[in-house]
C-alpha cells in the first residue's frame, strides 16, 4: 500500500475534483467485495458508529468517514437515517471540519434531545504549529431543515489537569434532569480511564471527576466509552489499548468490552466484575449503543481495527458496521441478538435436517454469498464439530467445536487474503453452555455469528473468492444431528 503524504491525508473533501471522487465511488461499486446488507462507506475508509439516536421517529446513524482512501486523515461524520435500522437513506457528510476547533478532524461522539431537538456532541482534534494535538468537546445543533448549527465554542475547552489530549468520544446520557457526558482519557501516568462531566443547560458542564473502577492498569488509553442501565444493572463499556494477551482473550490490537455492576455518579464509584469482551471474533470495535422504537438497547460497532490493513485498501475503501443488535440482561450475564427487524431482508428459504460425521465432508445443497444461516444441534455426539462456509477448492471459512471443553473456534485461514498484522489466524471462546444453536449471518466479506441466542458473538471480515459459495459439514470423530435453515439475504 501506498504512503500518504501528511497533506493528501488532510485534503478537504468540498476541493477535491468531482471526477475524482466518482472514480473512487466507482472502485467500490465494482468491488468483488462490497457489501450487501451492512453499511459502508461511498469511498474510502469508514470507523467509528457515531450519533446513534431515534429521534422525531426515524433512526440517525453516522460514522467516521475520510472519503479519498484507505487511511485515517481529515475525518467527517457521513450520515444516514432509517425507519426500521434495516434501509438506509444516505445523506452525505452531516458534520464538517470547517472551525477553530475541529480544523483537523471532527472525531467521535453522540446524539442527544435536549428541548425537543437533536444534539450531537463529539470531540474536536485541533493541530498547532508544531503538529501537536489538541481536544476539545463541541455541540452541534440539528436545525429544523436538517443544517447543523455549531456552538461558537467548546462545551469543554480542554483535558482536565492530569489528563493528557487523549481525550475524546464523549456519550451524553440524561439521569431526571441532568445531563452527563463521559468521556475517554488517558492521565498524565499513561493509564486508561474514564471521566464524568455533568450539565442541565448543555452549555455549562461541569467537571465531576474520574470513574473509579478496579481496573486502575488496564491499557494506556480507554476510547469511545458508554455508559446506560439495563434490566437493572450498569453497563460500562469502553475500548481498552495497550491490553497484552491472556489465553484465549484479547488478542485483538485493541479490545472492545464492557464491565457490569452498579455506578454510583454521586461518588464516581463502580462496584463491578470483570472486564469481558463484547465479541469474540477479530474485527470488532468503537461499539455505540441507543434506545430502539421499541425501548430496546442496540448496540453498533465498526466492523474493524485501528493500525490494520484490509485487502479492500488497495481499492482505496475499507471497513463497515456491523449488523445491530438488541442487548439483555439474562440470568446477570449479557446477551446479544441480530434485530429481528432483519428477517425483513430475508427470502429463498431452505430447511434441511441430516447427519455430520467423522467419514465426510457433507456438502449440502444450498450455496451463496449472503445469507442467515441457523444450524440447530439437535443430538451432538462427537469430539469435534466442523461447519465449513465460503467454501470452494481454494477457500473455507472454517467454525469449530470442541464438545468437551465446550470451545467454539472461528477460522479464517482459508479464507482469502487476511489482514495484517494480525495475530493468528483463529479466535477462541469458552461457551457458558454446550453448543446448541448458531445463527449466521454472511455478507460478501463478513461472517457474523451469534451463538447459543446471543450468549457469545463471533465477527469477522473474510475475503474469499467469488466462487466460494459452499457449505460443508464434519466432524473428528462421533456424528451429530442437524438442523439448516438458511435464508438468502436482499440487499438493505
Avoid at 45 to 55: M, V
Avoid at 331 to 337: E, S, W
Avoid at 373 to 392: G, K
Wanted: charged share 25%; with cysteine.
Amino acid at each position: 500500500m501506498r504512503e500518504w503524504t501528511r497533506d493528501e491525508r488532510y485534503q478537504r473533501f468540498e476541493e477535491v475534483p468531482q471526477d475524482k471522487l466518482e472514480a473512487l465511488r466507482a472502485q467500490v461499486q465494482h468491488s468483488n467485495y462490497k457489501q450487501v446488507f451492512h453499511i459502508q462507506p461511498e469511498s474510502g475508509l469508514l470507523n467509528d458508529p457515531n450519533g446513534l439516536i431515534y429521534f422525531n421517529g426515524e433512526y440517525h446513524i453516522s460514522h467516521q468517514w475520510f472519503p479519498l482512501g484507505a487511511v485515517h486523515g481529515l475525518k467527517y461524520w457521513y450520515n444516514y437515517t432509517s425507519e426500521d435500522l434495516v434501509h438506509f437513506e444516505p445523506h452525505g457528510p452531516i458534520l464538517k471540519p470547517d472551525t477553530k476547533n475541529d480544523s483537523h478532524g471532527v472525531y467521535s461522539g453522540s446524539a442527544f434531545e435536549y428541548d425537543n431537538h437533536l444534539y450531537y456532541m463529539y470531540t474536536g482534534n485541533a493541530r498547532d504549529g508544531e503538529w501537536q494535538r489538541h481536544a476539545s468537546q463541541l455541540i452541534a445543533k440539528v436545525n429544523q431543515d436538517k443544517t447543523i448549527s455549531k456552538f461558537p465554542k467548546p462545551v469543554i475547552s480542554q483535558p482536565p489537569e492530569g489528563y493528557t489530549e487523549h481525550f475524546r468520544d464523549p456519550k451524553v446520557f440524561k439521569k431526571e434532569d441532568t445531563y452527563y457526558a463521559i468521556i475517554g482519557a488517558q492521565n498524565i501516568h499513561q493509564n486508561g480511564r474514564v471521566v464524568l462531566y455533568r450539565s442541565t443547560d448543555i452549555v455549562h458542564w461541569q467537571f465531576m471527576g474520574e470513574i473509579e473502577t478496579k481496573l486502575t492498569e488496564f491499557g494506556y488509553m480507554w476510547e469511545c466509552p458508554d455508559y446506560f442501565n439495563l434490566d437493572g444493572f450498569d453497563i460500562l463499556m469502553f475500548c481498552p489499548q495497550g491490553i497484552e494477551p491472556d489465553g484465549d482473550k484479547f488478542n485483538n490490537i485493541y479490545q472492545a468490552g464492557y464491565i457490569i455492576g452498579q455506578l454510583d455518579v454521586d461518588n464516581l464509584t463502580m462496584n463491578h466484575a470483570d472486564f469481558n469482551e463484547l465479541d469474540n471474533g477479530f474485527d470488532f470495535y468503537a461499539p455505540q449503543s441507543f434506545i430502539d422504537a421499541q425501548g430496546q438497547r442496540v448496540l453498533i460497532g465498526w466492523m474493524g481495527l485501528p493500525d490494520v490493513n484490509y485487502p479492500t485498501d488497495e481499492e482505496n475503501w475499507a471497513h463497515c458496521l456491523t449488523i445491530p443488535r438488541v442487548l439483555s440482561i439474562e440470568d446477570g450475564k449479557l446477551k446479544q441478538r441480530p434485530i429481528k427487524a432483519l428477517q425483513q431482508l430475508r427470502f429463498n428459504e431452505e430447511t434441511a435436517l441430516g447427519y455430520a460425521n467423522k467419514y465426510t465432508r457433507q456438502l449440502h445443497p444450498y450455496e451463496g454469498k449472503q445469507y442467515e444461516l441457523i444450524i440447530d444441534v439437535l443430538e451432538n455426539e462427537t469430539t469435534e464439530l466442523y461447519f465449513e462456509l465460503r467454501s470452494s477448492r481454494r477457500n473455507s471459512t472454517l467454525i469449530k467445536y470442541n464438545k468437551r471443553e465446550q470451545k467454539l473456534t472461528l477460522d479464517r485461514n482459508e479464507s482469502g487474503p487476511l489482514p495484517n498484522p494480525v495475530e493468528g489466524t483463529s479466535r477462541s471462546t469458552i461457551l457458558d453452555t454446550p453448543l446448541s444453536q448458531l445463527q449466521i449471518f454472511i455478507d460478501t466479506s463478513s461472517i457474523e455469528i451469534f451463538c447459543n441466542d446471543g450468549e457469545r458473538v463471533m465477527t469477522a471480515r473474510i475475503f474469499p473468492d467469488e466462487d466460494a459459495t459452499g457449505i460443508k459439514t464434519s466432524t473428528e470423530s462421533g456424528q451429530a444431528y442437524l438442523k439448516f435453515t438458511k435464508y438468502e439475504l436482499k440487499e438493505g
